[in-house]
């Protein structure tokens, strides 16, 4: 990467919360590790988590919410166990660490909710964002990242680490579904927080953009 994205920079106090979003296999775990790097060189005290997860409670609930063994799980109870995970890593770990003004990387947080549970279950854009306000007592990101990838490419790119969970067990056509919804989400562009990557690009690539908008994020 050019040394420009290395440079040192200076946050106010208030801290900023990043999120990634995406299919299945569209590269956000890598992405986050490139940009805490990134951002811990150039003196970031930087924070990194997944939803669901993230805590000793929100962990546990993951298990059971993407266990492939719970294919039997009722979609309501999908969504309470999300958001369930989510209040409590917000309360323990994500608005905390924004009030002492640190940088947050979440691989998840409400816009998976709103696209899976929201919109291709369902249940309904407004009732979703009120569970996420309730979770993160509104709390939204400054930015987030779409990593766009088509699904056959990301699905083949899950299948090959041997890592199915529930969700990326469902057929090819939820996932489809899927990658509308946040294409969707994306073009509205609520609250001007939305930047859109092609994900099919080099591992490389995709950092070199990631990394060129946070920059724009840092004061």
């Known amino acids: 990467m050019k040394s420009t994205i290395h440079r040192k920079v200076v946050m106010a106090k208030k801290g900023l919360l990043i999120t990634f979003e ?58 309470l166990l999300f958001q369930a995970a989510r209040a409590q890593i917000y309360r323990e770990i994500v608005l905390p660490s924004l009030e002492a003004g640190k940088v947050v990387l979440m691989d998840r947080s409400r816009d998976s909710s709103v696209v899976y549970q929201g919109k291709v279950r369902g249940f309904g854009v407004e009732l979703i964002e009120q569970l996420n306000n309730l979770s993160t007592k509104d709390t939204f990101p400054d930015l987030t990242i779409l990593l766009d990838v088509p699904v056959e490419i990301g699905l083949s790119r899950r299948s090959k680490t041997g890592k199915m969970d529930r969700l990326d067990m469902e057929a090819q056509d939820f996932h489809q579904k899927v990658r509308d919804a946040y294409l969707a989400l994306a073009k509205a562009n609520d609250r001007k927080r939305w930047l859109v990557i092609d994900a099919t690009l080099s591992i490389e690539a995709v950092a070199e953009a990631v990394t060129k908008a946070v920059l724009k994020h840092i004061k």
């Open 22 to 79: 995406g299919g299945e296999g569209c590269g956000k775990s890598t992405q986050i590790v490139q940009l805490r790097d990134v951002l811990t060189k150039a003196g970031q005290d930087v924070v990194v988590l997944r939803e669901p997860g993230g805590t000793v409670i929100s962990e546990q609930i993951r298990e059971v919410v993407l266990s492939s063994k719970n294919i039997g799980i009722a979609f309501t109870t999908e969504v």
